[in-house]
């Protein structure tokens, strides 16, 4: 079966801090994966995506992902986070029909 | 860029009434999907919404309750009828494509409409 799995319904960093959020994935062809964000009120806007190639994706607002295929995984990550980065954060994967992870809210400590 | 609006961008309704929600795209698009977003929940695809023909359905919704028109490659209406307090969500628009526009097996997603069933 498809699925998105994201393992943290939470996470709290501090400004400045770096960040990971996790994804793993179960999909039957060669999957296309997509990190989104949601802030409060929002629709969702599209941070980048993985269809082939260099496995190390940049997006905008300085993320960037890296797909594991051995480990069936997505992994968001960013240097240094900015407190406006807090935020509603979603993996999803597929072709027209897409699965979502079940999101991990980001909190910013200042 | 292209831009993708939805309206109303909330509502409160009364059950047994039914509410229809607009997508608006200001360019023409290849594919039109609707999500639901239910409370604190992640989001499910609804439906993809055909230009000219039915739109096609995923496994638990029915176009009963909620049907979808497309009637160009650039808006879209979605129904949620005879309401439930069940159907309180937000309820998301996303297109796809064409290239130079959207970029193809990409979805952009629209602002959403927040609905309130009471």
């Known amino acids: 079966a498809q699925s998105v799995t994201q393992p943290d319904i939470h996470i709290t960093v501090s400004e400045g801090a770096s960040l990971e959020l996790r994804c793993n994935y179960s999909?039957?062809?060669?999957?296309?994966l997509f990190w989104y964000v949601q802030s409060p009120g929002q629709g969702l806007q599209l941070l980048l995506k993985y269809f082939s190639g260099d496995t190390l994706v940049q997006g905008i607002k300085g993320f960037e992902a890296e797909f594991k295929r051995s480990q069936s995984s997505f992994n968001l990550r960013k240097p240094s986070v900015h407190w406006s980065d807090a935020a509603e954060y979603f993996c999803a994967v597929g072709r027209g029909k897409l699965i979502f992870g079940q999101g991990t809210e980001l909190s910013v400590k200042p | 860029s292209a831009v993708i609006s939805q309206k109303p961008s909330r509502d409160i309704c009364q059950r047994g009434t039914s509410l229809t929600i607009q997508c608006q795209v200001d360019?023409?698009?290849?594919?039109m999907f609707w999500y639901r977003q239910q409370p604190g929940q992640s989001l499910t695809l609804i439906a993809t919404?055909?230009?000219?023909?039915?739109?096609?359905?995923e496994s638990g919704f029915v176009i009963d309750k909620f049907p979808i028109s497309r009637p160009n490659l650039t808006f879209s209406t979605l129904t949620v009828s005879n309401m439930s307090p069940e159907d309180s969500s937000i309820y998301l628009c996303?297109?796809?494509?064409?290239?130079?526009?959207?970029?193809?097996?990409?979805?952009?997603f629209g602002p959403g409409t927040r609905l309130t069933v009471l």
């Open positions: 996303s297109v796809e494509g064409p290239r130079g526009v959207f970029s193809t097996d990409t979805q952009y």
């Open positions: 919404a055909n230009q000219g023909s039915e739109a096609t359905y």
């Open positions: 360019s023409q698009v290849t594919m």
């Open positions: 999909y039957g062809a060669t999957p296309y």
